[in-house]
Structure formats: C-alpha cells, structure tokens
C-alpha cells in the first residue's frame, strides 16, 4: 500500500459537540495564502508544500536556511561560484529551462545543503566550464559546468524580508498528535502525524475503499528474510557498523498485507530463507552481519474513515481519532463509486481512481499479430480491487476501464523479438482492457489561490 502525507486536519468534537478547533484547521494568513485544489466549486484539497506570498506576490516554499531559521523561499535556480576562490556567484539552470527570478546560493553545514542568500537574477551571462561550491567554508571544486545557461546576479534579497514558518504541534488525539506549518501572520497548515505511543512520526495508510485506515510509524525497515525454512519467522539484517532498527515491516506478497513488529534478540543463523515466487528457498547472506529475529505484530489502532455525502461528487474522507478528526489521503468520487486521488494528466489535475494497474501489450495469438492490451491484476486479502488500468502510448497516457477476466491464451513479444506464450503469475488474474476513457470522466480541479 502506498503511503502519503497527511492532508488536512478539520475539526474536533468536545462536549460531544462539533466545534472548529482554531490551531487545527488549515487556514491562510494575512500575507501567506492557501493553495486549494477545488473540485466543482466544492470539495478541496489544501497544497501542504507551498504558500503564496501576498506581499512578493509569488510561491514560496518553508526551507530550513544556514542560520536555523524556516522562511518562505521563492523559487529560485541554484547560484555557483565560477572562481577557484568562491568570490564571482552565477546562477544556473539547466539548458532549455525557463529563465529564473532568483539565484540562491546554498552552503553545506552539517552534512546538509542549505540556502545561505538569494539574488535577484539581472540576464544571461557567457557559460562557465567549472564551478566550485562553499562546504563548510572550504571552496571546493572545480566541478563539470556544461549542460546549464548561467545568469548574472542583482542586488541580494534580505531574508528578513521573508516569512518565517514555524513547525508546532496543533492538536492531540487519543492515539495521533498532529503538526504543521504555522506563521505569525496567521497561517496554520497541518501537515504531520506523531504517534502518540510510541512517539515517532507516522503516516496514514492509503486503503482504497476500505472502512478503516492506521498510522504506521516511519521508523520501520523493511524485512526480507526469515530464520525458518517455512517462511514463518522473520529476521532481520544488519550491517557492519549499523545499530539494529526498533521496528520493521514485512510485506506479504502473497496477501498484499502489510504487518509491523518489534525488533527481538539478536540470532545466530547459519542461512537464512526468503520468499520467491510462492517457495521458501535458502539464500546466502554476509556472515559479517548481524541478524535479530522479528519480535510481536504491532496492533496499530484502527481509525475509522468515513466519505462525507454532502459534498457532492468529490467527497472528503473523514479519518476519526477520539476527538480528532482528519482527512484521509484519498477521495471519494461518488459518481464512479471508487476512492481517488488527484494526479495531473495533459497538464491538468484530476482525481483518478486510486486502485489503478497497468496495461500489457498483449496478444491472443500465437504469431502477436491480435493485440489485446490486458492488466494482470494481483488478488489478495489486502489487495484493493481496480477498476482502472493505465497505458503509455503515442499519444501518452491513457486510461482504461477493466473489463471481465481473460481466459483465454496469452502472448507477448520477448527480447528476443520473438512471439511466445506469456503465463499469468500466480496469485494474479488477467483482466481485458477497454478502449480510452475519454478524460472528463474524472472530476477536474482547479488550482485557486486564498482571496
């Protein structure tokens, strides 16, 4: 299951009455506004990446800069020296690329780039070979400067004439804190979740169409081998030098679900097994490493997600956490029946189906000459049905319904070029593809700024 972000904190019940809680909800500022995406003049979804500043009258994004503080950067192209001593400072953007408002020069301090100062561009200027770069202040370089159109720098932008964008928690549930962007003009933006018991940040789950979700914790590592020829018992590798991980995931192919655990004793094995294609085979690992066994499954709470029918088509996903309540990642689009999220295609965004597969270029006939574009689709305990299959083509991408199950022979074109018989994975089922759907059966939205 893909994870995304945390979208949109709404209102929370206290008393047993719904009221708006005012540092929880996403709301503009006197100088920093909003980004929605509006779908039919009614459900929204808030862009969490990016404000715009009323005063510059341009985007900007929260970048942590060299002095600690955040402030609402503009878009601005990457400024290098051109000098082996760091003294003569040229923006640069990649050949072809449109021509920057801004030069920002970044200095590394603590393993980390960050912006130091910003330039207004003035024009082009004649290419530089080399470049060289400030890092803890060395200047290092020279370094290959082909391939980018260089531009001559302006006056510098005082920072103070920025916004400063803070990061503080906003609200607590039973079992998720939330915390987001916030500004001493007034903007507050939700944008993270904590969980509360085991204190780490956490994410919540993408479930198309299922009735609840959970917030597993970003911390995990993912496991891929087990201590017991049956696949049963999982273990984890660590390298030389690496400190063992609290907690890991496993993902199960076999049932598309995904479970957390602890992280147990430290094991002694001589192999080590994993599963491929549906077998349990051994496989040779470092005898450097170190290996722990997988302690208990992690119960992560259950929260509730429910659509919102009065919204329209394009519904919100109402996620419950005792008094909090949340958006899910996803939408629901009540004329197709199906969750969605918003994607851009042709340039413009639309809240596509979640559940989505690929097509294959597939034929029914041994010599490749009968096309039948045909998703294979895998099926499982936790996998969400599509109803959507994608492809890539001369015209570029195009969207399918899925049609009834294939259940015929099969055939694609090798890399050898030549025709042969292609098998359905176990665990999966073909399913036909239709023609295009033409892109207005999705709901549009619309990118409008805070008035």
Sequence with gaps: ????????????????????????????????????????????????????????????????????????????????????????????????????????????????????????????????????????????????????????????????????????????????????????????????????????????????????????????????????????????QVGIGQEPPTRVRYFDESSGCTSYHSVAEEIEVPLLYQQVGGACVDVVVSTNDRFYAAGPTLALAPLDRVPDPAAGRIQPIHVTDGALRLRDPLLHDAALGVDCRRAELDGTSYCIPAAIVDALPLFTDAACTAAQPTAIVREGACVPEPTIATALGPAGQTLHALEAPHTGALFHISTGEQCVPYTVPAGHVARTVGPALPLSTFARAELVVDP
């Design 1 to 236: 299951m893909r994870r995304l972000p945390f979208a949109l904190l709404l209102a929370v019940t206290a008393c047993g009455e719904d009221v708006a809680l005012d540092p929880g909800v996403a709301r503009s500022g006197s100088r920093l506004a909003l980004y929605r995406y509006v779908y039919d003049q009614a459900t929204d979804e808030v862009e969490t990446r990016w404000f715009h500043d009323r005063v510059r009258d341009e985007r900007c994004t929260p970048r942590r800069w060299s002095d600690g503080v955040t402030y609402c950067t503009p878009d601005a192209a990457e400024a290098v020296y051109i000098t082996a001593d760091c003294t003569q400072l040229h923006a640069r953007a990649p050949e072809g690329a449109p021509a920057p408002v801004y030069g920002l020069r970044h200095y590394w301090l603590e393993r980390t780039w960050h912006p130091s100062r910003l330039y207004r561009v003035v024009g082009p200027t004649r290419p530089a070979e080399m470049y060289w770069e400030l890092r803890d202040g060395a200047c290092l370089g020279p370094y290959n400067g082909a391939g980018f159109t260089y531009y001559a720098l302006g006056e510098e932008i005082d920072r103070a004439g920025l916004v400063r964008v803070t990061r503080p928690e906003l609200a607590q549930g039973h079992h998720l804190a939330v915390s987001g962007y916030a500004s001493a003009d007034g903007l507050q933006v939700p944008t993270a979740l904590r969980d509360l018991e085991l204190d780490v940040p956490c994410a919540l789950d993408e479930r198309p169409g299922a009735a609840t979700t959970a917030c597993p914790p970003d911390d995990a590592v993912s496991a891929r081998y087990f201590r017991d020829a049956a696949c049963r018992e999982l273990a984890i």
